[in-house]
C-alpha cells in the first residue's frame, strides 16, 4: 500500500485543471484490498480519462492498480482474466497482434481494464459488452469478491449496475473476456469501410488507431477527456419531427425503437465548433470533445458546458448529458 498527500490533481485527470487531492491511497493486490480500512468512503479513480477534478478533493481517492493478466485457450477460444488496474489499449493491441478477434475495434481507448465495464466503453460499432464475460467485484460491506456475469452488468449504452445499484458500494477488481481465433470485421464506420471484409484483427485496429489519431487530440498533448457528452437517445416520434425540420440530422435508429442523435452534429449546428471559452474550447476537428488548452479553469468549463447544453436544447430540444465524470467537493 502507497499513500501520497497532497497531490497534483494534473497527475490524475486528463483534463488537467488545476486543484489539489488531500489523499490517495495505491493499492497492489487484492490481499491489500481485503485488509484496507479507510476512514470513509473512497473516491474510485482509474487512470482519470473520464474524470474531471473541479475542485480541490479532501477526501481519499482510491486506485486499485493490480495489472495481472490470467489466460486460458483452445483453438478457438482464448478466455483472459484481466486485473483492473491493466491498461486497456495494452490489452487491445497484445491480443489482436495474437490474432485474437474481439477487442480490434476499441483501440486506443485510454484508461485502465477496471474502468472500461463502468461506462461499457464503446466505438466504432463494438463495445466492451460484446466479449466482456464477467466483472469481478469487491464489496465494501461484506470484503468479499463477487463475481457478475455479463448478463447480471446491465450494460447498455455508456452504461452498467456499476453506475447505479453498485456505484460507491465496492471495487471492481479484474474482468473476464472471450476472444474468438475466427472473426467476422465490424467495418461499417466510416474510416473502416475501405478494408475488404475478410481482413485481420490487426489491420482493422491499425485502421481505427489512424482514425482516432486524425480526429482525436492526444490528451498528452492537448489536455481532454474525450468524448464529452453522450449521444442523446430520442423517442422515434420526437426523430421524426426533428427530420422534418432538419433533413440531414445524422441518425442511428436503435433496436429498442429510440433513434440516437449524434451529440457532435447538433453541437456544429449551433456554430459551437471551434468555440472557445477563457482556456476551454470545444475541439475544431471534433466538437464533442471539450479541451483544455493549458490554463482552463473549472467556472469557464461549466459555462462552456452550460452554453452547449442550453444552444442544443434551444434549437433541437434535445438535452445533452455529461458522459464524462465530473468531481466538485461540497463542504
Ligand atoms: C482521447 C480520449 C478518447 C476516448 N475515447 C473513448 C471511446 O472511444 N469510447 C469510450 O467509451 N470512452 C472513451 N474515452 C473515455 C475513457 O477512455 C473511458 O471512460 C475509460 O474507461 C476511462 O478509464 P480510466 O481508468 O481513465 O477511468 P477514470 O476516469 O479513472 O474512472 C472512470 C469511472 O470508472 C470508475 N472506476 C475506475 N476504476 C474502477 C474500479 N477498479 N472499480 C470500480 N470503478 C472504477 C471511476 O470511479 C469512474 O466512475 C476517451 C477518453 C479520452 C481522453
Redesign the pocket.
Known sequence: MQQLKAQDAKQ????RLAATLAKVTLLSSLDELKVYQPASQP?????????IFLSDWPGEIL??TAAGVQTQQDDEHLLLHVE??HN?HQLVSQTVQEGWWGLEN?A?????V???????????GA??ADTCTYVD?FHWQSRQVQRLLASECRFGY?DSI??HQL?GK????AVGFCLNRQGKAKLNYKGLDHLAPDTNPTDVMNAVIVV?QAK????AKLA????FFKNPLVPVAQFVQLQQQYPAIANYPQADGQVKLAAAWLIEQVGLKGYQLGDIACYQQQPL?LVNQGHGTAAELLQLIDLIQQSVFGKFQVQLEP???LLRHHD
Open positions: 490524475y485527470s486528463t483534463f473516491l474510485l479513480l482509474g487512470e482519470g480519462s473520464n474524470s486506485r486499485y483492473a488496474g486497456w476499441l486506443l481507448i485510454p484508461g485502465s477496471g474502468a472500461a465495464p463502468v461506462q461499457n466503453i464503446g466505438a466504432y463495445e466492451l467485484f455508456r456499476f453506475k456505484a465496492g471495487v471492481i477488481v482516432r482525436l487530440p492526444d490528451p481532454n477527456c474525450g468524448s470533445v458522459e464524462v465524470r
